[in-house]
């Protein structure tokens, strides 16, 4: 079975600050890789993802992420987060399988507080 | 284009009674999932429907079960309440085209609080 690990929990930072939030897996066969993100008050909402193809996935808002396979990670970044990034965010993995995509395994989620 | 819709917002009820939670899928999605999302927590999968059947289960117990009408809509029934079903319940619907990038859209979820 998939697992994720989310290492950070709750990460504060200023606006315009660079942002990497990490993100691990542990499985052994071929994932597809995703994040998304709670708004408050509001419903879960995809990022970005990623299937195949060039391990830098560009999603919406300015956000990336980088899939290295050797690291099991795919962590998100962006270079300068504005105050309406404020939300939590979460990785989650699917494996493929015989219905296409199969459940979504989802961590624990970080917290990002964006302080003006 | 109505997206994943669920009803109702919020919900309380006492531990041993049974609740039945809806939801309405985003048009031309014909796949429905269900998570549960406890406090602090990400969402956990409960289970997956399609063609009114169920497809796959997460680990859940018996007391969860579900079920898909011919219009694509789910319905989750939780039986013998507990505390700890006290959660945020999440609907997503896709649709069940084998293109692995199909994408799950979230619906805003039922709060279920048992006391």
């Known amino acids: 079975a998939q697992s994720v690990s989310q290492h950070n929990h709750h990460v504060i930072l200023s606006e315009a600050a660079s942002l990497e939030l990490g993100c691990n897996y542990s499985?052994?066969?071929?994932?597809?890789l995703f994040w998304y993100v709670q708004y408050p008050g509001q419903h879960l909402q995809l990022l970005l993802k990623?299937?195949?193809?060039?391990?830098l996935v560009k999603g919406i808002k300015g956000f990336e992420a980088e899939f290295i396979k050797s690291k099991f990670s795919f962590n998100l970044r962006k270079p300068s987060v504005q105050w309406s990034d404020t939300a939590e965010y979460f990785c989650?993995?699917?494996?493929?399988?015989?219905?296409?995509?199969?459940?979504?395994?989802f961590g624990t989620g970080t917290r990002l507080t964006i302080i003006p | 284009d109505a997206g994943v819709t669920q009803s109702p917002t919020h919900l309380i009820k006492t531990r041993g009674q049974q609740v039945t939670l809806r939801c309405s899928p985003k048009?031309?999605?014909?796949?429905v999932s269900w998570y549960q999302q406890a406090l602090g927590q990400g969402p956990q999968f409960i289970f997956q429907y399609y063609e009114e059947e169920e497809r796959q289960r997460g680990n859940f117990p018996d007391r969860f079960s579900g079920h898909q009408f011919p219009n694509y809509s789910s319905e989750l029934n939780v039986n013998a309440l507990l505390l700890g079903d006290s959660a945020l319940y999440l609907c997503?619907?896709?649709?069940?085209?084998?293109?692995?990038?199909?994408?799950?859209?979230f619906g805003p979820g039922t709060r279920l609080t048992v006391l």
């Open positions: 499985y052994g066969g071929t994932v597809n």
């Open positions: 997503a619907s896709r649709y069940n085209g084998r293109r692995i990038t199909d994408t799950q859209y």
């Open positions: 990623y299937f195949s193809g060039d391990p």
């Open positions: 048009s031309g999605h014909d796949t």
């Open positions: 989650a993995v699917s494996a493929e399988g015989v219905f296409g995509n199969e459940k979504l395994t």
